[in-house]
């Protein structure tokens, strides 16, 4: 069903803010669709000015995330990459339980995966990985434990 590296995201993050997970996890993205990102491109994405994307650049490079020069095309560090992936699988998991699981809308999955993906816990988190998992067992023997909770919430709406 989600077929992700779960066992990843449960290693101990490096503690930064949920702003600068932001930048850095649209840096990642950025890179994995063109390669190369710039600053442009980011205040772009995440509709702020250019401004506020070299102070957290700066901010970035301190913590040796990522490799940033005033004109030079960003980078991220073998360590800004490795942040930058278990923020973007954590959104995923996040996103995927919210979507697939809880059948929330597209749209309201990714905005409350945004959210909940820096204040959830390591804890919460590796017992949401469980459940996920534990399902999995039960769609295996042919129980569909979704499907029925679907059927739940369905009918619960009505009442």
Request: glycine share 4%; with cysteine.
């Amino acid at each position: 069903m989600f077929g992700l590296p779960y066992k990843y995201i449960m290693l101990k993050e490096k503690k930064i803010s949920a702003s600068l997970e932001d930048y850095l996890e649209t840096i990642y993205e950025i890179i994995e669709e063109k390669q190369g990102v710039k600053a442009i491109e980011i205040a772009r994405r995440l509709g702020v000015g250019r401004s506020s994307v070299t102070e957290a650049l700066k901010n970035l490079a301190e913590k040796k995330l990522v490799n940033y020069g005033r004109y030079d095309v960003i980078s991220l560090t073998p360590e800004g990459k490795k942040e930058a992936r278990k923020v973007a699988l954590k959104h995923k998991v996040l996103y995927d339980f919210l979507f697939q699981i809880l059948g929330a809308d597209e749209e309201e999955a990714h905005k409350n995966a945004c959210s909940i993906e820096h204040v959830i816990s390591e804890d919460v988190l590796r017992r949401l990985v469980l459940f996920i998992e534990f399902n999995k067992q039960f769609q295996c023997k042919n129980h569909d434990f979704i499907e029925e909770f679907k059927e739940f919430y369905e009918k619960a709406k009505k009442e």
